[in-house]
């Protein structure tokens, strides 16, 4: 198609463009508009821009195309995310993934992960159907805060105030944000111990009205976890503003959320949080439990909220989680429920599997409340975790691996591993090719159509993550910040979650990967940076 058919090609086949044609005027630029500004994009029609986005992946160019191709591919990249926000609000889009609210991050490879109902880019975090920002607080690991700001433009709220904690250093935030953005005030975590690390991803979005939400992801705030690798997130629904003055206590979650969350914050002891726990004066209307980990030495029923992965999901598992109790010969024992465990790194567990995996994390994630906190359970543990194979053939070759920082040496040292390790495949979901950067957690049924919980957290399977050894009074050393939530079915008014076969009158809950699993082969090996 030369450029003169790209210029004059415009679709009529969605509502957003026929929409649009009445109340943009055609860009006078065409093909040679080399504009990536997103306020221009809202004024003015790109007929061409519209035919491409048409054509889907990969980008094809003319020859004599008179646009450099990274200008068109930003362009599009701003075009498609403009759409998203235009075709569906987001709060039909809560609507629709009610009561669960999961939803993963859209993958511009496979395009047809922007047609499924859980699908979502940053921008629609952002979308103006949800309320009118006041301000907002962004805790992460890795910020690109020129990609962030970008964001928030498409948006119209790029002027509102915002507090960003961060982890991984960058040297020009401190001065881009001085020189560029004065709405913006941030904070490099730093942590004294070697291995830790300000890992925690969460999101809190005020409004006008002082409502908020709050969001808990497994995503970096930098493109590629946006448009390159799998990630999750989970979307709490808005919690209303309190009267002024309410008690300390008022608006309380029946998981305890809202003092969790307060009681995390409280944990940075910096100045620049004290407007944002302020902010907290809301009804907190969650039935998830927020899970927390923060740097230091805690104690397991001590007090509550304990900040340590291993203690908060063991204790919880403990009280709540009920599994099938074997009562005949031929019915399926707890022990036949197996814990699936799939993250985008991999720590150092040892020489054997006793010495941290089966005798700490399985300790947590094998508890129910027929078994509580068992020592070197039996249970089945799995691994997902991508195979050399699933990287190299995945959309980006060698550089899909970029978010799989499982190191070499590591895996020399425990080869063992292998006998728990599984592909990454997620052929339903449209995403075998894209690598994981989800932390995702759970406990299944034998016929692999039901969860007894779920977990998604941004800990990786790490004693960084999670915790070291438990010693004999129940105190472990946690060295990194990390935060997710869980899902357990009582609180959403069912025995298990179902995955898939459900009635009619059953919601599935989502999920991300293939069930069943798929073997590692004996020729197979882990993905190694």
Known sequence: ????????????????????????????????????????????????????????????????YPRDKQVVEKQLEVLRDLRLLKLKPMTERLEENRPYNLFFTTIPDAPQTYNQKNSITFI????????????SLQINFIVNIEWLMKQYAKAGQEKKPLTIL?????????????????NVTEHHVQLKG???????????????????????????????????????????????????HSPHKAGESPTNFKSTLLSYLQQYNLPILKTGLTMLNVLILVIVFLI???????????????????????E????????????????????????????SSIGSFGKNPTEWLRSTLLRSLASHKDCRLPANSDATLSIIYPTRDNVLGSYYGPEGGGCLPYSKSVDEKQKWLKDYLYQWKADDTNRSRAMPHTKTYCRISPCTTKLAWFLITSSNISKSAWGMGINKVGTTNVPSYEVGVLFLPKYFGETYFQIKDAADNTKLFPFIYDIPLTPYKNTDEPWCN
């Not at 450029?3 to 649009?20: F, G, I, P, W």
């Open 1 to 64: 198609m030369d450029n003169a058919s790209l210029e004059r090609k415009v679709t009529d086949e969605s509502n957003y463009d026929n929409a649009k044609k009445t109340c943009k005027k055609k860009c006078p630029y065409a093909v040679k508009c080399c504009r990536t500004n997103p306020h221009h994009f809202k004024e003015f029609d790109h007929p061409h821009l519209d035919a491409l986005l048409e054509k889907g992946e990969p980008l094809e160019l003319p020859p004599d």
């Open 194 to 244: 070697p291995i830790g690390i300000h890992h925690s991803k969460v999101g809190i979005y005020v409004y006008s009205d002082n409502s908020l939400r709050v969001v808990v992801s497994t995503a970096n705030l930098y493109y590629d976890d946006w448009n390159l690798f799998c990630n999750g997130l989970w979307i709490s629904p808005l919690c209303p503003a309190l009267p002024e």
């Open 292 to 314: 927390t980990s923060v740097p230091g030495r805690h104690r397991e029923t001590v007090a509550k909220p304990v900040h340590c992965h291993l203690h908060s999901v063991g």
């Open 316 to 343: 919880l598992l403990s009280d709540h989680c009920v599994l099938p109790a074997k009562t005949t010969p031929t019915s399926k024992s707890p022990l036949s429920w197996s814990v699936l465990a799939q993250s």
């Open 124 to 135: 629609n975090l952002l979308c103006p159907s949800l309320g009118e920002l006041k301000c």
């Open 166 to 182: 961060y982890g991984y250093e960058d040297p020009d935030m401190k001065t881009y944000t001085q020189l560029v953005l004065p």
